[in-house]
């Protein structure tokens, strides 16, 4: 069983930044996707922002287009969510997700979220923007 393991959480202003970190347990994993997800008290689950290795493609929800940057480190199988310009509506637990199937509604093209099935999910690390 795959272990994702999610860093880089804490409390900042708004305005600041941090830089979330997703890790693997297998090093050699093969994945189509990872994403990063976010969860706030009482909401829904919500995408974030994705990255598809088999496309070569980020895509990024319209409320963090422009402030969040998603990337990958390939040496140390490290995920990145750089995060700024945080504001108090980012605030959640933020989980970081691998796919390593597509979805059965997968087109060439389309949007990572839809078109992967992720399976290999984090524990969450918790983002608190406030001053």
């Known amino acids: 069983q795959v272990q994702v393991v999610e860093s880089g959480g804490g409390l900042v202003e708004p305005g600041g930044s941090l830089r979330l970190s997703c890790t693997p347990s297998?090093?050699?994993?093969?994945?189509?996707?990872v994403a990063w997800f976010r969860q706030a008290p009482g909401k829904e689950r919500e995408s974030v922002s994705c990255?598809?290795?088999?496309?070569?493609?980020?895509d990024y929800a319209d409320s963090v287009k422009g402030r969040f940057t998603i990337s990958k480190d390939n040496a140390k199988m490290t995920v990145y969510l750089q995060m700024n310009s945080l504001k108090p509506g980012d605030t959640g637990t933020y989980y970081c997700?691998?796919?390593?199937?597509?979805?059965?509604?997968?087109?060439?093209?389309?949007?990572?979220?839809?078109?992967?099935?992720?399976?290999?999910w984090g524990r969450g690390t918790q983002v608190t923007v406030s001053s």
């Open positions: 997700a691998f796919a390593i199937s597509r979805s059965m509604r997968w087109s060439y093209g389309g949007s990572c979220w839809p078109n992967y099935e992720y399976e290999y």
């Open positions: 297998v090093s050699t994993m093969d994945y189509y996707a």
């Open positions: 990255l598809d290795i088999w496309e070569l493609k980020t």
